[in-house]
């Protein structure tokens, strides 16, 4: 093989490609964009406090330390999971001899993984950013609505941080081939170096510096797919978002599901996180599970669903997604239902198709006397004050169209109920109709 090309130094490839003004920050355009609110806080000259809130690897403390060059402020970096109480008066004493030095110096502080301060460490910050000694900027990963005290909260903008990209991740690697700190890369290996970063600028950096110290020491000069599995390994391999391997083991988690194996079910819920699924992707397909194949059979599917997701917004992982597997174990022994689902693509397709027929009078909205004139909500029998709360042969379609049937509850959980009971009111429609007819002859 020929000689690499490229050239890496001693300096981590993460510091060396670190952004040293605002416009070398790849992504996040939805605050930082021209007119964007972080950015306009930026042009202010105003520091003011705020709490970056996205996943990892997405410049959280990139954008809080680019903010601290921009307003000339001291910047002290305190880690939530590492410090305490201690830090915290460390900043603060700090911040006041830069306050009250000959620089009158400004102060940022910048607190990593604040969430997992508890309330009286985040308390602790309140009566300084209130009195301005410093400016506070909090990153986490989780929902700042459930980690950081309201009283923090109210007093610091939130800028929500996305996930990068693929394009964004390709710049990165462009940014570092530039610099020629890693090998030429072969499309398909770059396309799985991308999958595998998830949108996290962190992991991409590390994995690039890996390749590079490891295709330095074997004079490799093209990363290939091929090597680039060789190398990595089985993390690279399992690991394919987007790629037909992922949508395959979906499909085979949501028919587990479907065919009530809560074993199975559980087993492609376990691959996927293990081949590096995003635990929120499968918080909806699961959510949707319980709405498309269970339905009304136990509407408590859903409710068990949405909470699992929510555990998991709080807690994270790994012990969110303890929740979450618990919600597949719940969807694959609960009673089966397609009955909404197909109810429901019926009727959109029916209305698609059909012309737009006017609403009878009698179903009119009446605000107007002249409305009323007009026979508007004529007629309408108010269904709480008939007998059992039904109005037994009322109408509630177009006057020209035949009623459709496009709900039909199947025999188990729930929907034997309701089924039993669409079956009385029908026969109560029924009933009611000939006694209709007769009175309009």
Known sequence: MSSPSFHPTHQPLAERLRPRTLADVVGQQQVLGEGMPLRLAFESGRPHSCILW?????GKT????????????????????????????????????????????????FVDEVHRFNKSQQDAFLPHVESGLFTFIGATTENPSFEVNSALLSRAAVYVLQSLTADDLRQIVEKAQALQAIPAIESEAMERLIAYADGDARRLLN??????????????????????????????????????????????????????????ALYWFCRMLDGGADPR???????????????????????MCNDAAATYERLGSPEGELALGQAVLYLAVAPKSNAGYMAYNQAKAFVKQ???RPVPLHLRNAPTQLMKDLDYGKAYRYAHDEEGGFAAGESYFPEDMEPP???????????IKIGAKLDELRARNA???PAEDEAQD
Do not use: N
């Not at 996205?54 to 997405?58: H, L, N, R, S, T």
């Not at 992707?281 to 409710?303: C, K, N, T």
């Not at 049937?405 to 929907?415: A, T």
């Open 54 to 58: 996205g996943p990892p690897g997405v």
């Open 431 to 433: 009933a009611a109709k």
């Open 281 to 303: 992707y499968l918080a909806r397909r699961i959510v949707r599970m319980a709405w498309e194949d269970i339905g009304l059979a136990d509407p408590r599917a859903m409710q």
């Open 207 to 264: 994995t690039l510096e890996t390749l590079a110290i490891t295709a330095e020491q074997a004079k490799v000069a093209t990363i290939t797919d091929a090597w680039l599995l060789k190398v990595l390994g089985e993390r690279m391999r399992r690991y394919d978002k987007g790629g037909e391997q992922f949508y395959d083991t979906i499909s085979a988690l949501h028919k587990s599901v479907r065919g009530s194996d809560p074993d199975a």
């Open 354 to 356: 059909d012309g737009t």
């Open 62 to 109: 990139t954008i809080a330390r680019l903010m601290s060059d921009a307003f000339d402020a001291q910047f002290i970096s305190i880690s939530a999971v590492l410090g305490g109480v201690k830090d915290i008066r460390e900043a603060v004493e700090q911040a006041q001899s830069a306050r009250d030095g000959l620089m009158q110096q400004r102060t940022i502080v």
């Open 405 to 415: 049937s496009f709900y039909q509850p199947v025999p188990r959980g729930l929907e």
